[in-house]
């Protein structure tokens, strides 16, 4: 075989084989958790499609061996053909996979009359197309992957909020554009209001556009220097703009001087990516909130903002600590920084304190006060005009507002929110942890994404086997809750914990023999175990009569 | 096959990165067969001129050619001719040694696999080992046997002895480049950007010097020894002034003086030799001793 064939193939072997998982779960699901089983299929084939199509040029960034590739006397068109080859091959070799097991394992899926074909063939389609453009442009695997998630929500985001006005006035300048897609898709898209058939087009259209210009990107691409990919340059602001926001930051911090005082002050500068995301989040909830009340006002109530705001917070409250968790310790190594930290003053302790300590509080603060302090003035400003259109921000603002407690008592209330404390710990702590074992961000979150996905499925495995949700339980009584929070609360801090000591273990010591790796995943299995004990004992001390 | 074709030619070339200037009307020519120095200090804009040769930056303005033809619409045709080393080296982590040698043979017509063995043995690297395992002058070394077993007719090396020992720096210098060379006298040219000029000393047949992305410099090595000499004179008592033209340098330290001389040595050594100095020599200014004295 070519040898740049086997290296491109090599590349995308770990991301095949999560599509190579989702083919088997089909076969080792049991009968009883075919829904269970059918959102790790869809979920593990998204990401492995994504991390193919992020990955068959990323790496070359990842690695700076992309000033090698384009140094070599074959023509760059000869490499996209190549490269895009191989890419194809395993999507189409990934999909096959799971749509066999699927058709013969879960026949019952695909033959409902509403399994989504379009949408299923739209993923590797999608994944070849787009994210190779939008690694290039990025110059990195992970903000290609993010940017390729995002970029298609916002465009059918928009879609549909013109849809929705065409609806509200058909005679609209926008609706020529469904009828016309509507015309080119009802033969074989049964849509009488013509969003879903505009939809393909968009993503047709958009996916087509992308393999165009991610051909063209890189037949023109510049590489500057070894370190201007992702894995060498820092994930913030642009100097100017940083000058100014920082500039305040930087005379307040002059007078803390100490050692710990100007390691933390290191650690928080590391965290800029994570203050940005969440002042990039906080505007855009504020603004769809404004834009939510005017239109409202005036009686043109727009349907798919709160839609917005809500997928917004879904995103934000699970990525926000894995970045900070990533960041904190994975970051310096990419800049090759690490190990020169290590031969500073301050011993390592006192440098892995500073750096927890950062990162807690960061993610503590952007990924929980933050979000809280929005949705709680939210429902204060809007959710009472709005209930029905808004409903969270309805409940958000009687449920922490001294009006009325619909999760009453206060101590259910506390358990909550320390519960949700502790969730985002642990995810800052799986991300700290991966942080210690890869030498980059991206890395760091993609395997916090693995063990969670893992750890996840471990829990989800277990309690299905054991047909936990089949028990009959009891419904909103107060204690059960109470109870049930702080049984989670415990596990989720039991495993933080456990997670910093691992964590601290690989910081100092920085090598890792395969014994130590071994013991360490046993525990980290041993932890899953633990949540799905838990999650177990809470159903069967508060089980209903049979 | 001796051709009049310059192996590199660079036209007032202009590259910028935003409002700044990294090269600034750059211009030079390099015969084929020879070997080139390509001096400056950090930030001069060496790294950015040879990126431009490559194609992996577009010149903001003028032109560059490699064996007579353009580098962005003749890709293929100038990299087969050419190898690279780039100052930064970076290999997959996973592959062998062995097999990063296959994927970069991968690439080529032809592949020497006796210079390859040789090289391999000189350099004490074994062939099973993973890139990850080696450190960064071992990388260098591999990236250097990739360069020098695909035959090309020009090397470019942009800070290639970085990171090498002092032996291995020697041997890389003197043996692979020197056998390289002698493989084909006058047909294959060695272009080469470093800070240490003086390991170089030997090889380089013309150089140039940039400063902040401009010629500063060109000239044949042997001429620019002959141009650029030091004059030391001792005198019976405080040393004159000596206030002329061309000496470029006069450092006076009580009844001893140094004149550093760019051009008509002769004439400066008859004119400090009238003034009876005690004891007079003069010598030929080392490349490296030029290139500070051109950039002060």
Request: some cysteine; charged content about 15%.
């Amino acid at each position: 075989m070519n040898p740049r064939t086997a290296k491109d193939i090599r590349v995308l072997r770990p991301a095949l084989s999560l599509l190579l998982v989702a083919a088997l779960l089909p076969m080792v699901s049991g009968p009883h958790w075919h829904e269970a089983s059918e959102i790790w299929i869809v979920g593990l084939f998204f990401t492995g499609c994504l991390i193919m199509g992020a990955e068959i040029f990323g790496n070359e960034f990842q690695h700076n061996t992309v000033l090698l590739l384009l140094s070599q006397p074959i023509s760059r068109a000869r490499i996209w053909r190549e490269k895009m080859r191989t890419l194809a091959v395993a999507l189409a070799l990934g999909t096959a996979c799971v749509l066999a097991t699927v058709l013969c394992f879960d026949r019952r899926v695909v033959l409902a009359e509403d399994f989504p074909w379009l949408g299923f063939a739209l993923i590797p389609i999608g994944a070849f197309c787009s994210v190779p453009y939008w690694t290039l442009v990025f110059q990195s695997s992970l903000m290609g992957g993010l940017v390729t998630v995002v970029t298609p929500t916002v465009i059918l985001g928009f879609n549909s909020a013109l849809h929705e006005r065409w609806l509200q006035n058909p005679d609209s300048l926008v609706g020529g554009w469904f009828k016309l897609t509507h015309q080119l898709h009802q033969l074989w898209v049964q849509d009488p209001a013509g969003e879903e058939s505009s939809v393909l087009t968009i993503l047709v259209v958009y996916c087509a556009v992308c393999c165009w210009l991610g051909y063209r990107k890189f037949t023109l691409l510049e590489v500057a220097n070894a370190h201007s990919s992702a894995a060498g340059r820092e994930l913030g602001l642009p100097v100017r703009l940083e000058n100014v926001v920082l500039r305040p930051m930087r005379l307040l911090g002059s007078k803390f001087t100490g050692v710990f005082a100007v390691l933390m002050k290191k650690e928080l500068r590391l965290q800029q990516v994570a203050f940005v995301g969440a002042t990039i989040f906080c505007m855009l909830v504020t603004t769809l909130a404004l834009l939510f009340a005017t239109s409202s006002a005036n009686g043109s109530g727009q349907g798919w903002i709160p839609v917005f705001i809500m997928g917004s917070f879904a995103i934000y409250l699970p990525v926000l600590p894995l970045v900070v968790g990533s960041v904190a310790v994975a970051e310096e190594k990419a800049w090759g920084v690490a190990d020169w930290q290590f031969t500073l003053p301050p011993s390592t302790g006192t440098q892995w304190r500073a750096k927890v300590l950062t990162a807690m509080g960061t993610s503590l603060i952007l990924g929980v006060l933050v979000p809280l302090a929005l949705a709680a003035t939210g429902g204060m400003l809007f959710g009472k005009s709005n209930p029905e259109a808004l409903p969270f921000l309805h409940e958000m603002r009687d449920g922490l507002t001294p009006h009325g407690f619909p999760l009453a008592p206060v101590s259910t209330v506390v358990a909550l929110i320390c519960c949700l404390l502790a969730g985002q710990a642990l995810l800052t702590s799986i991300a700290i942890y991966a942080g210690t074992l890869v030498t980059n961000t991206s890395r760091a979150l993609m395997l916090s994404l693995g063990i969670i996905l893992v750890s996840a499925g471990i829990i989800a495995g277990i309690c299905t086997r054991v047909e936990v949700w089949m028990l009959p339980r009891q419904t909103a009584e107060s204690d059960a809750r109470t109870v049930s929070l702080a049984v989670g609360g415990g596990v989720l801090l039991l495993s933080t914990c456990m997670l910093h000591i691992l964590a601290f273990w690989n910081y100092r010591t920085r090598e890792r023999s395969r014994k130590v790796l071994a013991i360490q995943l046993l525990l980290l299995v041993l932890a899953a175990v633990q949540g799905a004990a838990a999650i177990l004992f809470v159903a069967w001390a508060f089980r209903g009569p049979a | 096959m001796k051709t009049d074709t310059p192996a590199i030619e660079i036209d007032h070339l202009v590259r910028k990165y935003g409002r700044s200037d990294a090269v600034n009307g750059l211009s030079l020519r390099v015969a084929a067969g020879r070997c080139y120095g390509f001096f400056g200090r950090n930030g001069a804009g060496k790294t950015t001129t040879i990126k431009c040769l490559l194609n992996l930056l577009r010149p903001t303005a003028g032109a560059v050619r490699i064996f007579g033809m353009e580098p962005h619409r003749d890709e293929v045709a100038v990299k087969s001719r050419l190898a690279y080393v780039p100052d930064q080296v970076a290999f997959h982590p996973w592959m062998t040694v062995r097999n990063t040698l296959d994927y970069l043979a991968s690439f080529r017509a032809r592949w020497n696999q006796q210079t390859e063995r040789e090289l391999l043995g000189q350099f004490r690297l074994d062939d099973a080992k993973k890139v990850s395992a080696l450190s960064k002058g071992q990388k260098t070394q591999l990236a250097l046997v990739g360069a020098v077993c695909a035959e090309p007719e020009l090397l470019i090396l942009d800070e290639p002895t970085s990171g090498l020992d002092p032996i291995v720096r020697r041997e890389f210098i003197q043996t692979v480049i020197g056998a390289y060379q002698d493989a084909a006298p006058g047909e294959r040219t060695v272009f080469v950007s470093t800070h240490l000029i003086t390991e170089f000393e030997g090889l380089i047949d013309e150089f140039t010097i940039i400063d902040n992305g401009k010629e500063t410099l060109t000239l044949e090595a042997d001429e620019a020894r002959s141009r650029f000499q030091k004059i030391r004179a001792r005198f019976h008592a405080e040393a004159p002034t000596m206030d002329f033209v061309p000496a470029q340098k006069v450092k006076r330290d009580g009844r001893e003086v140094e004149i550093t001389v760019n051009g008509d040595a002769a004439r400066v050594l008859d004119r400090v030799k009238a003034m009876a100095p005690e004891s007079i020599s003069m010598e030929g200014l080392t490349l490296e001793e030029i290139f500070i004295e051109s950039l002060q």
